[in-house]
Each structure stands twice: as C-alpha cells, then as structure tokens.
T-cell receptor, first 112, second 115 residues
Framework: GQQLNQSPQSMFIQEGEDVSMNCTSSSIFNTWLWYKQDPGEGPVLLIALYKAGELTSNGRLTAQFGITRKDSFLNISASIPSDVGIYFCAGQLGGSNYKLTFGKGTLLTVNP | EAGVVQSPRYKIIEKKQPVAFWCNPISGHNTLYWYLQNLGQGPELLIRYENEEAVDDSQLPKDRFSAERLKGVDSTLKIQPAELGDSAVYLC?????????????FGEGSRLTVL
C-alpha cells in the first residue's frame, strides 16, 4: 500500500529557531494535510493543501504541496515552547477515495 | 461546541479479556472513523461510517474486532478477546459528510494496555 516517509524523525531546537520538515510518497496524492498531536491528545489539523504547487500559511506555519504531488513540506518560523509535539503529514487521493494515509510523524522538542 | 468525546481514556486488561470503547462525534458530523495508533506510528484507519452504515471496514480484524453505530450518532468499538499486540491508542474521529476535505476532528483517544 501507499507509504509516507517523514523526515526528520525528531528535532531538538532552541526557542526562536525556524523548523523545516518534509514528507515524501512513492505515489501521488491530490490532497496533503499536516496535523499536530500533543501528548495525550488526538491529532489536530494545521494546514490542508488541495492543489499542486500551492503554498499556504497559517500564522507562523507555512506548508507547500509539491509540484509532483508526491511530497509536501512544513515550515515553522520563530518556534515557541508550545510548538512541542508530533507533526504528521497525511495524504488523500480524493474523489471516491477519501482515505487518509498518515506518516510516522516528526517529534519536535523546543528548548526555552 | 463540544468536540469528539471518547471513553474510557485509559484501560488496562489482561489478555483474552474483552474491552469496549465508546465515541460520541461532533454534532452534525455524519462520518465517523475509528483509527488505531501504535507507539511511534501515525494513525491507521480501522473502520469508517457514513451515518449508521460501515462503508469501509477493510482494515478491521474481524475475527476479534467489531464496531457498531446503531443510530448513526455514537459508536462502540469492541475487542474480544484482546491480545498483547492490541496495546495501542484507539482514536475516534468525525467529519462532515464524506470527509472529502481531509479535515478530521479527533477525540483524545482511548489508551489500551493488555497485560
């Protein structure tokens, strides 16, 4: 089946630094999404991308839908302690195939 | 507005015992999902409901897992008998009809430990 490769697996950064993480797939998706999961909570949607090449921002977060439709990246600028958590990418084919395929996540730790 | 509510939050059982998880989705969300999240992994779909109909249960291990959503609102996921490998977090999510945007609203999850 489809698999998403997220990198890096984990990151340790200082407060105020920028962060970049990415997600690649062996097959195309028509929708890319980024979710964040805090400890003991369920994932929460951060950004959704619906068009190849699309660049979308949500506050300090910026995500892009790769032009090949096989990758996406997420940037976080000026990190703060509450950015700590696990970031998951997810792909969706769309149309009649609603199913989300999740990556394994990137664990972000921010040192104050 | 209340989010997706799950219970129990934590459950510890011995292997071969049964266990059940309950989920109440966001009001008005016709689509309900159960996901399995193993440690260090992303969520994996077990079953998806459109109202009371299970439209995708292809990933549900039907020999021991069952689910129901009798009135098209809340749902129950059952495991009987539980095995050691079932230790994981069981996440419930809901979305507006079809989930075509990919925007799912997740509950806090039910963490199962099988001893």
């Amino acid at each position: 089946g489809q698999q998403l490769n997220q990198s890096p697996q984990s990151m340790f950064i200082q407060e105020g630094e920028d962060v970049s993480m990415n997600c690649t797939s062996s097959s195309i998706f028509n929708t890319w999404l980024w979710y964040k999961q805090d400890p003991g909570e369920g994932p929460v949607l951060l950004i959704a991308l619906y068009k190849a090449g699309e660049l979308t921002s949500n506050g300090r977060l910026t995500a892009q839908f790769g032009i090949t439709r096989k990758d996406s990246f997420l940037n976080i600028s000026a990190s703060i302690p509450s950015d700590v958590g696990i970031y998951f990418c997810a792909g969706q084919l769309g149309g009649s195939n609603y199913k989300l395929t999740f990556g394994k996540g990137t664990l972000l730790t921010v040192n104050p | 507005e209340a989010g997706v509510v799950q219970s129990p939050r934590y459950k510890i059982i011995e292997k071969k015992q049964p266990v059940a998880f309950w989920c109440n989705p966001i009001s008005g969300h016709n689509t309900l999902y159960w996901y399995l999240q193993n440690l260090g992994q992303g969520p994996e779909l077990l079953i998806r409901y459109e109202n009371e109909e299970a439209v995708d249960d292809s990933q549900l291990p039907k020999d021991r897992f069952s689910a129901e959503r009798l009135k098209g609102v809340d749902s129950t996921l059952k495991i009987q008998p539980a095995e050691l490998g079932d230790s994981a977090v069981y996440l419930c999510a809901s979305s507006l009809a079809g989930g075509g945007t990919g925007e799912l609203f997740f509950g806090e999850g039910s963490r199962l430990t099988v001893l």
